[in-house]
């Protein structure tokens, strides 16, 4: 065992961890942030995208200890004071969603890939989704939530909601998060 600590959805856990946890299966099981939701196991649905220092990765490609002292925003984290993210309104208002259970994924991975490009267009969206899986729907919907809450966001100058986009609370990643390896 391990003992890790982490910043989630901008409140400190220390934990006791096994080494070889993935972190999608820490924040599930020990932290109970059921809202990272895990489809394949191998990085190629996207259904557990988090943001790790204000990146998008797939928790099932990060071991939880090298999450230690590092910054994590869920789903959950999203939201501040009740009101929704401007990407997850996005999401809502455009019906960019069917069954849901991709949704968690594709609005952490939107929110991860706007805050180093704010103002895409549709054929960026849909190349910055691509890692994203969605079994229900031609993601249309998906895409054009994605576009209005990039409006949404340049419009309200938001990054990531509470504050959690990086260890200093500014929203500013201090470097690139790709498959679980941090890069400065």
């Known amino acids: 065992m391990r003992r890790i600590s982490v910043t989630v959805n901008g409140v400190r856990h220390e934990a006791d961890v096994e080494p070889r946890a993935l972190l999608v299966y820490f924040l599930r099981e020990q932290l109970g942030l059921t809202g990272t939701n ?4 191998t990085s ?8 790790l220092n204000g990146q ?14 590092q910054d994590v925003t869920t789903i959950e984290g999203l939201a501040t004071n009740g009101t929704l993210h401007p990407m997850q309104q996005a999401f809502h208002d455009e019906h960019g969603l069917q069954c849901g259970f991709c949704t968690p994924g594709m609005i952490m991975a939107s929110v991860g890939y706007l805050s180093e490009h704010s103002d895409p267009d549709e054929a960026e969206v849909r190349e910055a989704l691509e890692g994203n899986l969605c079994r229900c729907t031609g993601y249309h919907n998906i ?3 994605v576009l209005e809450g990039a409006k949404a966001m340049r419009d309200s100058e ?6 959690n986009g990086a260890a200093d609370g500014s929203g500013v990643a201090m ?3 790709r498959e679980g390896v941090v890069v400065p």
Request: positive net charge.
């Open 38 to 41: 895990v489809g394949c196991d």
């Open 44 to 51: 190629s649905c996207g259904a557990c995208t988090v943001l």
């Open 56 to 69: 998008s990765i797939k928790a099932c490609t990060a071991l939880a200890v090298q999450a230690d002292g």
């Open 143 to 145: 895409v054009r939530a």
């Open 158 to 163: 938001t990054v990531v909601g509470g504050g």
């Open 175 to 177: 470097g690139r998060v």
